[in-house]
């Protein structure tokens, strides 16, 4: 049976209508995969990209018996594919061929609970002067839901943990005995890697995907791999391969060697001078101190004497030389831990994730500038060992210019470090009063964040949530429950946020999302491209504050019938020579700069609403 049947009998079984971009994808995705091609598809919100690279993905299983894997980059889309998607396409394609493919979920070693450390020392730290403290009451109830669970997956335990707390029961991959394990057999980790292992479609995350990356085998043998929400792969890959060695650390380290029976004074004494090397040292280093290179080197030596067989030990003393390589890696230090991340990921993306297998990447915004070439480039796939490679936008059912408004304040004085202006505060609040709530607040610092929540709540008389006040996955559903509160969090509301309807007819970006001036990363990354010619400044920062607009704007509108205004408090979109690059990459709303057309929108909105909401009542 042809992807597009099967794909049609997935949305009538949800009471969905064809959707002329999802079926171009769909098709694209499997073409791909049959041929064992590298494909980009950008696909606008609207789409429904999931069942678009799902379908294509379970049916080529099934024809092949091949393996798939499919990556994301939050939580809330991974919970939605295993949960409502991916069962969907399953049961459509057993019906089509016959074929009942199995999926399976994997995940890094420290979101599940480790037995061997709930039985070996679960019970330290859990009081204090004799009695249970907060914290303990705490892990006492996460240790024993770990010994009655199933999966020991930390997303089942409901309420959830701070993450001071799941440390106490959970071990990180450098930490786990693996086979040497005297739980090896009830091990949660081993047993969702052994379900990874008999699955036809592996559903996984951009960290476990830049583990791989490092050269540590964490995934099963694929033949093809798609990432979804791919244009934060680089950032999380990264993100993973950044080498940390702090106070924290060496503490973990020195744990390990008392267990082993050989904590070696060494280390203990030279991790000490470390640390005091760091405590004046902030900020990016062009050239590692000698200080610092000294201690590090020692530490190394001192570990190789007693525990070089051990993984862990193998694991820091290869952190060790690739920080003193100084070889493609960024160094900086920040509150006496030490930083190191790689200038460039595409070659280890390349080379241990794509190559060799049918590759898909897709989001809603993969086009920089109008090119798939940067995000082609950043992630490896332009490299000539990778062969051809397509990148196709299939668009967005949405008909973003009758349904939305883009609203930037151009007589607003531009963000400065400390904040938003009282002036752009008071814009805010006049916007939410004109839409009665309803309000995504998205800001670039957390201190922003709280601030505006706090202006707000002193000014209006609608409910105001803030991120950090709760769960995130809490506040959000308060906020799509209530159609009168507002919701102001900070980068993680960017993106992978879905609230269709009435709930979120407002959205606020405080400022372009540039990323922080004294981020080493980025700053290197800058530097290098313009050593070479380039225009390092648009290529790394306007480049990545594309991205994040995009997506932020993206929250609005979730359905053919939604309808709001996003609204910008930074006038440097309109004034900038940049602002015209950042906006084109925007869905296409209809711009304007007149509050009152703004607010004028707003108040209908909210009148619709109440007079719904009257009806109902009637």
């Not at 991974?78 to 009942?100: F, H, K, L, Y």
């Not at 590759?359 to 915004?365: D, K």
């Not at 994040?548 to 609005?556: K, N």
């Amino acid at each position: 049976m042809p992807v597009i049947d099967v794909l049609d009998a997935v949305v009538d079984s949800i009471g969905g209508s064809r959707r002329e971009g999802q079926v171009e994808m769909a098709e694209a995705v499997y073409d791909a995969l049959d041929g064992g091609g590298h494909l980009l598809v950008q696909a606008g919100t609207g789409t429904g990209k999931s069942m678009g690279y799902l379908v294509p993905v379970a049916m080529w299983c099934a024809k092949t018996g091949g393996r798939a894997i499919v990556s994301t980059a939050t939580l809330a889309l991974q919970r939605q594919i295993t949960q409502e998607d991916a069962p969907r396409v399953v049961d459509a394609v057993a019906e089509a061929t016959g074929v009942r493919v199995k999926t399976a979920l994997l995940k890094g070693w420290q979101n599940y609970a480790c037995l061997k450390r709930i039985n070996q020392d679960g019970q330290e730290a859990l009081f204090g002067d004799g009695e249970a403290t907060r914290m303990g009451e705490q892990v006492v109830r996460a240790r024993q839901w770990a010994l009655e669970s199933e999966t020991g997956d930390r997303d089942a335990l409901v309420p959830g943990v701070p993450d001071l707390v799941w440390r106490q029961i959970s071990v990180s991959k450098q930490e786990c005995d693996g086979r040497e394990c005297p739980l090896f057999t009830e091990c949660f980790p081993e047993k969702a890697r052994q379900a990874a292992m008999e699955a036809d479609i592996v559903i996984t995350n951009h960290a476990m995907l830049g583990v791989q990356s490092s050269g540590i085998e964490v995934l099963p043998p694929a033949g093809a791999i798609v990432v979804d929400e791919a244009h934060d792969l680089v950032g999380r890959v990264t993100n993973q391969l950044t080498i940390r060695i702090g106070s924290s650390d060496i503490s973990r380290i020195s744990r390990m060697m008392r267990g082993l029976g050989k904590l070696d004074s060494e280390f203990v004494r030279h991790g000490d001078s470390l640390l005091a090397a760091l405590k004046d040292v902030d900020g990016r280093m062009r050239l590692i101190p000698d200080s610092v290179r000294e201690s590090l080197g020692a530490m190394a030596r001192a570990l190789k004497e007693s525990c070089e067989s051990e993984q862990w030990a193998k694991a820091f003393m290869k952190d060790v030389d690739d920080l003193l390589a100084d070889d493609g890696c960024v160094v900086w230090a920040s509150e006496q831990t030490l930083y190191g991340a790689p200038l460039d990921v595409a070659g280890p993306i390349a080379d241990k994730i794509f190559a060799e297998r049918a590759t898909v990447l897709t989001s809603a915004t993969l086009e920089v500038g109008g090119s798939f070439k940067p995000m082609a480039h950043q992630v490896g796939l332009a490299f000539p060992s990778q062969g051809p490679w397509e990148g196709i936008d299939v668009g967005s059912p949405f008909d973003y210019g009758r349904q939305g408004i883009l609203y930037v304040g151009a007589d607003l004085p531009p963000p400065g470090r400390d904040g938003q202006s009282d002036e752009a505060l008071e814009r805010m609040a006049e916007l939410i009063r004109s839409s009665g709530g309803g309000a995504l607040g998205l800001f670039s610092s957390r201190r922003g964040a709280e601030a505006a929540a706090e202006y707000l709540r002193k000014h209006l008389d609608v409910p105001i949530l803030c991120q950090g006040e709760d769960q995130l996955s809490t506040l959000v559903d308060q906020f799509k429950a209530d159609e009168h509160s507002c919701l102001i969090g900070t980068l993680s509301l960017w993106q992978g946020i879905d609230i269709p309807g009435p709930a979120c007819r407002l959205v606020l970006i405080d400022r372009i999302p540039f990323p922080r001036p004294d981020d080493p990363v980025s700053q290197a990354r800058t530097e290098q491209i313009s050593r070479h010619g380039g225009n390092g400044f648009m290529q790394v920062s306007a480049t990545h504050a594309a991205i994040l607009l995009a997506q932020a704007a993206g929250r609005l509108l979730r359905s053919t019938s939604d309808r709001g205004v996003v609204a910008v408090f930074d006038s440097r979109l309109l004034t900038k020579a940049y602002g015209a690059y950042l906006r084109a990459g925007m869905p296409p709303m209809w711009p304007t700069s007149d509050l009152e057309i703004a607010k004028t929108s707003l108040e209908r909105l909210s009148q619709s609403l109440v007079t719904t909401e009257q009806s109902s009542r009637a």
